[in-house]
């Protein structure tokens, strides 16, 4: 593959209303799929942008800006970045709610995010729905419902049109600890796998399903030993290695892209935050949280960066402070911004077309 | 024009549909090489192959939202549901997930879930179901339930050129036990349009599906003995044909509904709100309902026959009415 850059891939957008001219696009990776020195600073300022934001978004809660509850991916940004990360031109993502860094990755600017948060009018889904709930056809991001595990038998569906096409593309889609004993993920799991389906499914084992341990959701040592059960390949990786994450899910991604079917790839890292912004999170033992909070993915991906050179510490001061400043701008144009009109609530139940 | 039976109708309607645009598919548990739990996939397979005519893992709620998400991605499937009772562990899929996307996403969903349904072939409890009230209270879900030969190919044409989500429901005991002239051409029912199947001056029936062949069978009945019965096959339950409910009222003044679902909160529940508040006026009476009681549907013979509306049922029901 030619080395290939991006403009939005190399600097995540972090203000501006350009969802990035170029859309969702492949990494500049080397020939062999390591990563360049440019990857790994791309993926550094994926996981710093994804804290970034989703403090900014805390803060509005606590400030009373947001309309409904806010979630974070707090101790999740390896998972979320450096999957999507193994993504290419073309590929479908079917994000969770803790992975607004995978948004950012394939393109997703922080501007529409600010809005679906805010319930602006001009949002993704016109105020219909709020954080990652929106699917944006250009960008081919099908953000996640409250049902946890409902969209992964549209995921499913993608990954059919796509075989049935003759196309290349991958479905990369989630789900958590907690969300992995719906129904419809083993449906999901059922179909793709005797189907050959192009799917590769993430489970964020971050400890926590709300308040209930893992220890009381399920009774496997790991949550990739299911994949055995449906005859597919189940990896699982240290969630809070960004490197890891992402090249378990290239592995996985090509096997999809090859047509030879689905594979689950385990991610274990914690939740650092409770469920949503209204929760403490009162029930996770202080020192089980304690001993996460060393193993934070950013700082822990910083040290390599900076072991390898590749970043510095005034290099790090300014790309937090040209985020920050790109978000705030964000979140202070999206509050000036008005709510849809009442009258909008009627519209639109219905497709209907143009006259014939 | 050629004689074909119900379930021929609905196997020429998804036919022809499939000639005319490719991205049309269907899915479903075993009705490739076998052709369905009923048949209606029947030889579908050996004219448009295994990517077309697809059999999908035991799980409804894979299936249709595997229809919902090749939608889309701008393809048409066709799901089917082996009997309308196991919709039931796909509702999620269906009402959260496919009936909110255009509303949250403003991005059409072209598909179609065809659902066999109701009872009068001794299926018990599991096999005989009228679902159409879970899904007729649910926005963004267009409903279809034709009667006819006719109606049934023109209604499975329509339902999939539709750019919205549609369930069709199709009527086991209808399968075979009609059998009608059906043009051969190009041709479709419009989702909205409800059809007069008999005019008449005295009662209004408002019927669908199996209810309909009951209501003109009672309204034979009743023409022997001098009351003129007017039967409104309503054929789209969602969005149902307002005006056409509207001007049969005005014209009779008395209203029977009847549909084999049962009673409470369905179908009937709210065309009797929407006739009180709209055409109170032109009432001769209050609008009745004739309807499955409240329960399961049983499987002994006696019992399911007790739980079943009739002919003869309507035709009670239309005698009260005409002497109110």
New interface residues.
Partial sequence: MATRVTTNKKSPPAGGRTRGSAGPAAAARTPNGSLAKSDLLALYRYMVLMREFEDTIIRLYTQGKIVGGAYTGNGNEATAVGSAYALSDGDYLFPMHRDMGAHFVRGQSVDNLMLMHLARKGSLTEGRDGTGHYTDRDLRIFGNISHLGAMLPVACGIGLAVKLRKERNVVMTYIGDGGSNVGEVHESLAMASAMRLPLVLVIENNQYAYSTPVSRQFIVERLSSRAAGYGIPGKTVDGTDVLAVYHACREAVARARAMRGPSIVESVTMRMHGHAAHDNAWYVPPKELAAWKRKDPIARFEKVLTGKGVLTAAMKKQLVAELRSGIEKSAAAALDLPYPPAEDALRGVFFEPPAR | MAMLTYIEAINEGLRDEMRLDPTV?LLGEDIGAYGGAFKATKGLLEEFGA?RV?D??L?E???????????????K?VAEMQFSDFVSNGF??LV??TA??????????PMVVRLPSGGGIRGGPFHSANTEAWFFHT??L?LVAPSTPYDAKGLIRAAIRE??PVLYFEYKYLYRHIKSEVPDGDYEVPIGAADIKRTGSDITVITYGTGVHWSLEAAETLSREGVEVEVLDLRTLMPFDRKAVLSSVEKTGKVLIVHEANLTGGVGAELSAFIGAEAFRHLDAPVRRLASPDTPVPYAPPLEDAFLPNAQKTAEALRSLAAY
């Fill in positions: 598919f990517d697809i999908t893992v799980a709620g894979a299936i249709i939202g595997a229809a919902t998400g090749s939608a889309l991605a701008g393809l499937p999620n899929q959260n997930v909110k996307y255009h509303y949250r996403n403003f991005i059409p969903v926005p963004g267009k750019p919205n």
